[in-house]
T-cell receptor, first 113, second 114 residues
């Protein structure tokens, strides 16, 4: 059973397009996250939701919009894709925020041409 | 602001030898500290964490880490390295107080040579 799943695994698209990445967790966790990992493997938080409410919104262009229809899902929609958006995007979840470890999905490799 | 430093980009160790991957942190209050491991083309996997209590924390796959408040360090250790330990290791910190995000170090690539 996959704890945190993401679709698609790979996404190749043209500049200017709009795309979505879906994330689901079956762990019953309250908190979910989106991270971006760049080509140098640097990992940075983008968003965090707790019980469907946005609690962390780092300095991310407003072309990125997270949506949490319920606490098991956190999707990421990206408008007007740019070359610099190429990266691996990871979804994660934790029981709560604070001192709880996060469980990561397998990642979505986004390539913008 | 909180931050994490992993001073080594790469650590090489012979199989069977002890390994250490270094991490120092900076937070304004008390820290929650974590180690994660990433294998190629995979997501991060949790190894261990320090929340409170005993400074020596034991985790998965025989790894352990020691919280040292005076040196603001949380080095990852293993007594005897395996080739299968070769991966990218991330240290992460968040402040206990407030709704702050988890901040990751830049990662250290561990190579265990047979």
């Amino acid at each position: 059973d996959t704890a945190v799943s993401q679709t698609p695994k790979y996404l190749v698209t043209q500049m200017g397009n709009d795309k979505s990445i879906k994330c689901e967790q079956n762990l019953g966790h309250d908190t979910m996250y989106w991270y971006k990992q760049d080509s140098k493997k640097f990992l940075k938080i983008m968003f965090s939701y707790n019980n469907k409410e946005l609690i962390i919104n780092e300095t991310v262009p407003n072309r990125f919009s997270p949506k949490s229809p319920d606490k098991a899902h956190l999707n990421l929609h990206i408008n007007s894709l740019e070359l610099g958006d190429s990266a691996v995007y990871f979804c994660a979840s934790s029981q709560f925020a604070g001192g709880n470890e996060q469980f990561f999905g397998p990642g979505t490799r986004l390539t913008v041409l | 602001a909180q931050s994490v430093a992993q001073p080594e980009d790469q650590v090489n160790v012979a199989e069977g030898n002890p390994l250490t991957v270094k991490c120092t942190y900076s937070v304004s209050g008390n820290p929650y500290l974590f180690w994660y491991v990433q294998y190629p083309n995979r997501g991060l996997q949790f190894l261990l964490k320090y929340i409170t209590g005993d400074n020596l924390v034991k985790g998965s796959y025989g790894f352990e880490a020691e919280f040292n408040k005076s040196q603001t360090s949380f080095h990852l250790k293993k007594p005897s390295a395996l080739v299968s330990d070769s991966a990218l290791y991330f240290c992460a910190v968040r402040d206990v107080a407030g709704n702050t995000p988890l901040v990751f170090g830049k990662g250290t690539r561990l190579s265990v040579i047979a």
